[in-house]
């Protein structure tokens, strides 16, 4: 029996470097999880950007009387926007930590309007990615938020529970 205070290996290895194709990748994890539950979507991609769009909910709103979409989902949008830029950056599935996410709300989204993320991943070291982006209901020139962050890159040999 292992002590309890060690951490176990996973009972699964998934393996450094998948490829990842931002379209179909998106598409992929839109279907998934807390991104399907917001119903995000893929927008469109660079060589080093990730646009994803999140259609305004009713359910998603913070202040009802206001229509105003909460910062949560707005804020889950940039996180899964920045992310996937550094995996457009470099090619391949690489899995990462969210370190740090700054989110600067500059204005309420417009009641009604789908949120547009646009992030990009503008460095990588050998264990840290940084990303910046924005956060806009239909015009960039007039974004909702802005964001930067820096990513923990991970190996899957270092993946452990405890």
Known sequence: MSDPGEPRKLPFKLPNGVQFDPEPGARQ???HGHTGF???EY???GEDWMELAMPWREDLVGVEETGVL????IISLLDNAT???VWTKL???SPQVTLDLRIDYVRAATPGKTIIARAECYQVSRSMAFVRGIAHDGD?????????????????E???RT
């Open 70 to 73: 909460a910062s949560g989902p």
């Open 83 to 85: 992310s996937m830029a």
């Open 91 to 93: 090619g391949v599935f």
């Open 38 to 40: 917001l119903g995000m």
């Open 140 to 156: 960039a020139n007039d974004p909702v938020a802005h964001t930067a962050g820096i990513f923990m890159m991970l190996s899957t």
């Open 158 to 160: 270092e993946w452990t």
């Open 43 to 45: 927008s469109a991609h």
């Open 29 to 31: 994890f839109a279907r």
